[in-house]
């Protein structure tokens, strides 16, 4: 039965986006990946495919800090909320590269669906998957 997350979980689930939309906005690879699972795995916007916290890690820093991510920023909404089990939330998160896009109304240049699990009480990013969307 899918229900919707506890407010105290949800807010944990929105302070880890935040955490990784500032990271990504401030080229802090550590921060975005903050909480990452060791066994996390990372499809992103350009399609590849990336298996565990260290390698989303070298990634990351590749890319935020010389590459091809170093100039953008994000803004990021999570939409589409749900918990299918009391120690999993699925969730959609829509991303522009700024909050004025979002706020005049420009539909999303990214989603992403996450999966978050909790472990030891705290929860993580197990799967998220970037998709660019097409103009």
């Given at each position: 039965?899918?229900?919707?997350?506890?407010?105290?979980?949800?807010?944990?689930?929105r302070a880890i986006v935040r955490?990784?939309?500032?990271?990504?906005?401030?080229?802090?690879?550590?921060?975005?990946?903050?909480?990452?699972?060791?066994?996390?795995?990372?499809?992103?916007?350009?399609?590849?495919?990336?298996?565990?916290?260290?390698?989303?890690?070298?990634?990351?820093?590749?890319?935020?800090?010389?590459?091809?991510?170093?100039?953008?920023?994000?803004?990021?909404?999570?939409?589409?909320?749900?918990?299918?089990?009391?120690?999993?939330?699925?969730?959609?998160?829509?991303?522009?590269?700024?909050?004025?896009?979002?706020?005049?109304?420009?539909?999303?240049?990214?989603?992403?669906?996450?999966?978050?699990v909790k472990r030891d009480g705290r929860w993580?990013?197990?799967?998220?998957?970037?998709?660019?969307?097409?103009?």
């Open positions: 039965m899918t229900t919707i997350p506890d407010p105290h979980d949800l807010e944990q689930i955490d990784v939309q500032d990271g990504f906005n401030t080229n802090d690879a550590s921060l975005m990946n903050a909480h990452l699972a060791d066994d996390a795995i990372v499809v992103n916007a350009r399609g590849a495919v990336l298996s565990g916290r260290a390698a989303i890690q070298k990634v990351s820093e590749d890319a935020l800090a010389a590459g091809y991510l170093n100039e953008s920023t994000a803004y990021y909404e999570l939409s589409d909320v749900a918990a299918p089990s009391p120690d999993v939330i699925v969730a959609r998160k829509n991303a522009w590269s700024t909050k004025q896009d979002a706020d005049d109304g420009n539909p999303p240049e990214m989603n992403a669906l996450y999966i978050f993580l990013i197990w799967r998220r998957q970037n998709t660019i969307v097409s103009s």
